[in-house]
């Protein structure tokens, strides 16, 4: 059968893909639904056609599936940010979960991997769990200046100060920036001509020392706030308010933050803890959104590095030190190594402030750091914990782990496809796959981190 688009077709969904899209088949042919779930039988109008698959939108829900649940937020079907509130937590995390097994399995071409892998660790309360938001500000067609999230793949803002995945306080805090901004007359950036001033409104909470911090991204000196000591009279009624700045952002770029901060009350960090750790975190600095879920993750990284008081390890694309200070409870040594000179500078002082002698930072892509210092110095391993962005790790780098002959790689991943790829190269050099573990961080989102133990055959 041949199909058209706006085509109105009925379905039922048989499965789920990995970005969380319903999948269902009419006469064979493939569509993709998003906000559907299995077991949904659906009315559903097809908005695009490629040769062997297409995508569709649901029209109406016939039959709702077993595991369809009502989204707490009114939003979540139009936001960018939970893009699977409609799925109940339960099929989340088992969703999630299979994710990283086909993965390994697919890509990774590992047999038998499930019984190796520990159940998923989800979270008690998947809600208000995120401890940093960046709020998009603009203007809506009255005129309004408003904040909220970007619609999925867009730049087109929804409106909404009450987010169910961001800490709770940031509804006041952003009730006072727009109260403050529209009695001052300050104007909402605006992407396509590139003027106005309040750009992106920056909210960090400290969930074991109830800091927070604001940060307002504007597109302008700091001159143009006009009346500020307004708005830190009202932001500092809050309870917890630590650190008031400005990031100056003038680029047309769609980067957030711009390199410099001005401090306006306050001190220009706030402080929190990953189970014994304290950690200072300023506006730039990059720190695990979900505390409770990182402790989990971390505390899974630890175990795996199998420490017992005399080893060297090695901590790639560490960040500002979160993994390597945990790593330095247990280890003799720790080498961190980040590509972000400021992100080494916060290691640094983390490092200083929890007393950790035994850790030293490197500035530097980690596929270029640790190829110099084990040729040129001789540095070695005994376990190497690698924590890559999405893209996975460098091919050269790679090379250099299995040069270097840990007996041990922890590998921590926000991406099972080239977590799968990696082990695959690692695998066939002579690294097995011990233990895996899922750690949900990021509830109601496609997003899944895992860890995996990889031991020297």
């Not at 139009?78 to 994710?99: D, N, P, R, V």
């Not at 409770?292 to 005399?310: D, H, I, P, R, S």
């Not at 960040?319 to 400021?342: D, H, M, N, R």
């Not at 799968?420 to 097995?432: C, F, M, N, P, T």
């Amino acid at each position: 059968m041949d199909f058209v688009k706006n085509q109105i077709v009925i379905l039922t969904v048989e499965d789920i893909g990995t970005n969380g899209e319903g999948i269902g088949r009419v006469d064979g042919f493939t569509l993709f639904i998003k906000g559907a779930v299995i077991g949904d039988r659906i009315e559903a109008r097809i908005i695009k056609l490629k040769k062997h698959y297409g995508y569709a939108r649901i029209e109406k829900i016939i039959e709702p599936g077993k595991d369809r649940v009502t989204p707490v937020c009114p939003v979540a079907d139009k936001c960018g940010g939970c893009t699977i509130q409609h799925m109940s937590y339960e099929k989340q995390l088992e969703w999630k979960f299979y994710k990283v097994k086909n993965c390994l399995e697919r890509i990774g071409g590992l047999v038998d991997i499930e019984s190796k892998m520990e159940p998923i660790y989800g979270m008690e309360m998947p809600y208000y769990y995120r401890n940093k938001a960046q709020f998009p500000v603009g203007t809506d067609k009255n005129g309004k200046m408003i904040t909220g999230f970007y619609a999925g793949r867009t730049h087109s803002i929804i409106e909404n100060t009450h987010c169910y995945i961001q800490s709770e306080v940031n509804e006041q805090v952003l009730q006072i920036i727009l109260d403050y901004c529209r009695r001052n007359h300050i104007v909402a950036y605006d992407e396509k001509t590139g003027k106005g001033i309040l750009r992106h409104i920056l909210t960090r909470v400290g969930f074991r020392t109830g800091e927070i911090m604001v940060c307002l991204i504007i597109n302008a000196n700091k001159k143009k706030m006009r009346n500020i000591e307004e708005l830190v009279e009202e932001l500092i009624k809050i309870d917890g308010m630590t650190s008031i700045t400005f990031n100056i952002n003038r680029e047309r770029t769609n980067r957030i933050l711009g390199d410099r901060i001005i401090p306006v009350w306050g001190q220009n960090y706030i402080t929190d803890y990953i189970g014994n750790v304290k950690y200072q975190i300023s506006p730039l600095s990059f720190y695990q959104v979900n505390p409770k879920q990182t402790e989990v993750l971390y505390g899974k990284a630890l175990e795996y590095a199998g420490l017992e008081g005399n080893e060297t390890v090695w901590d790639l694309y560490c960040g500002i030190g979160t993994i390597s200070l945990f790593l330095a409870q247990k280890a003799k040594k720790v080498y961190g190594v980040e590509i972000v000179p400021q992100a080494i500078e916060d290691a640094k002082r983390n490092a200083e402030i929890n007393g950790f002698d035994n850790v030293d930072f490197f500035v530097g892509k980690a596929e270029e750091v640790l190829p110099r210092e084990y040729e040129k110095n001789g540095v070695y391993a005994d376990v190497i914990v690698v924590d890559p962005p999405r893209k996975g790790c460098d091919a050269s780098l790679l090379d250099t782990i299995v040069k270097m002959a840990p007996k041990r790689v922890v590998y921590v991943s926000c991406d099972p496809a080239t977590l799968a790829r990696d082990v695959k190269i690692l695998g066939e050099s002579g690294y097995r796959v011990e233990k895996v573990s899922v750690v949900d961080q990021f509830g109601h989102s496609v997003h899944v981190e895992s860890v995996v133990k990889l031991s020297r055959e």
